[in-house]
């Protein structure tokens, strides 16, 4: 059962006013409306009530105005200020919260009684999984589903591999009945990684891969740059990279990150899986506590996750661009990330960067910056496409897909589309660079 509560906040410094501020203090901007779970969540120590409020001497008081529970904070100083503040976002953030859920139920009726798969809303894990199933039945053969490995908590890890399904002289080494042609000789097609989902929260990705994987079936034999991608490269999409923590995020902790591992000598849970790969494991940029964030984890490929990762395209041996696709702040990266030392490929990958930044913006504005991870965003060490580019493949490159931070993970719905739409258009700027200059 719910309790529809109600949250104001004293913004000013009314020790020094009391009483005018009494009055001030409660106009309509200050108030704030909120959904406490149980009476008490208001009070106790979590989301809504981190704990450091009594340590800070937050002044309170709770009470009832007609049938709603009000709470009334006020602030005495700029550090209970700088509190109250972080309470507004946090409230902010269950009102968006709520709006997505909603959004979710509705498109969730409208598929049911229509029959089709609204691109233009979150899916849950297991709809994501159905959608697969249906996508490669009617995708006349140009698609199929991989399993690559499993995740700590036993779920399947799948890969979508798009492209024309045989060509005389290659082969597909990752379907069983091959392996053995293989030793015998035979080569991979050339071919695209995109991973997508590989930070449970960051919802955006994982939608805008569905489009993606939608729009290159629906192009071929239309489009002259995807007919011709499909006719020589295979594309190999990893549609949810972390599906524990996106489950998570699902029915957990909607700001989950990491994935949902245990390991031995902490009762925290998860590794950043964008921190375990083998490229300057353990040093700047990541972390060794087992509960921060951008844990590295206890050692390389400790995750199945990017363990799963590591071995298909090991085994595979042909990839030739390798993206991986995050959420949030508009940003197209490359290497490195865990040293400031330029990739000797800088100038080619500079200049693609730009080009799909341009084709990008071209279509609704959105504005992207680029250039290397540590001085476009920050240092880290362990990043997959830091190690896919020390493994030899050039076109390595990270998305920081919508927005700036208004919604930031939690980019409302109606926003999917777009966003899918920009990013095919940066995406395929640098899959045509690929195609058009085999290395
Ligand atoms: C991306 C690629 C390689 C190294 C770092 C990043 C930035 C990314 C991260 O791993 O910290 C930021 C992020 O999750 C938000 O999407
Ligand atoms: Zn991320």
Known sequence: MTIESKLSYLTGFPSAHQKTERKEGLKKENQKRVLASEKNQLLSPGLLWPSNVPVLGLK??????????????????????????????????????????????????????????????????????????????????????????????NRPIFVLRVGINWELGYLHVDQPSNFQTFSAGGINRPAIWINFGIHAREWISPATSLWFAN???????????????????????????????????????????????????????????????????????????????????????????????VDFVKNHGNFKVFIDVHSYSQLLMFPYGYTATKPKDYDELMEISKKSVTSLASIHGTKYRY?????????????????????????????????????????????????????????????????????
């Open 60 to 153: 309170y008081i709770l009470f009832s105005e007609k049938r709603d529970q009000v709470l009334r904070i006020t602030a005495s100083n700029e550090e209970q200020l700088a509190l109250v503040r972080s309470l507004q976002e946090q409230e902010h953030l269950n009102t968006l919260l709520d709006e997505e859920k909603k959004e979710m139920i509705l498109s969730r009726h409208k598929e049911r009684s229509s029959q089709t798969f609204n691109y233009a809303s979150y899916h849950t894990l297991e709809e994501i999984y159905t959608w697969m199933d249906t996508f490669v039945a009617s995708s006349s053969g140009l698609v199929n589903k991989l399993q690559i490995g499993t995740t700590s908590e």
């Open 215 to 309: 729009k290159l079936i629906n192009e071929y034999g239309k489009d002259t740059s995807v007919t011709s991608l499909l006719n020589t490269m295979d594309v190999y999409l990893e549609i949810v990279t972390n599906p524990d923590g996106f489950s998570f995020t699902h029915t957990n902790n909607r700001m989950w990150r990491k994935t949902r591992s245990r390991h031995a000598g902490t009762s925290c849970v998860g590794v950043d899986p964008n921190r375990n790969f083998d490229a300057n494991f353990g040093g700047p940029g990541a972390s060794g506590n087992p509960c921060s964030s951008t844990y590295y984890g206890p050692y390389v490929n400790s995750e199945k996750e990017v363990k799963a990762i």
């Open 371 to 439: 250039g290397p991870i540590l001085t476009t965003i920050y240092q880290s060490s362990g990043s997959s496409i830091d190690w896919a580019y020390d493994q030899g493949i050039k076109y390595a490159f990270c998305f920081e897909l919508r927005d700036t931070g208004r919604y930031g993970f939690i980019l409302p719905a109606n926003q999917i589309i777009p966003t899918a739409e920009e990013t095919y258009m940066g995406l395929m700027e640098i899959l045509n660079h690929a195609r058009q200059n085999p290395y």
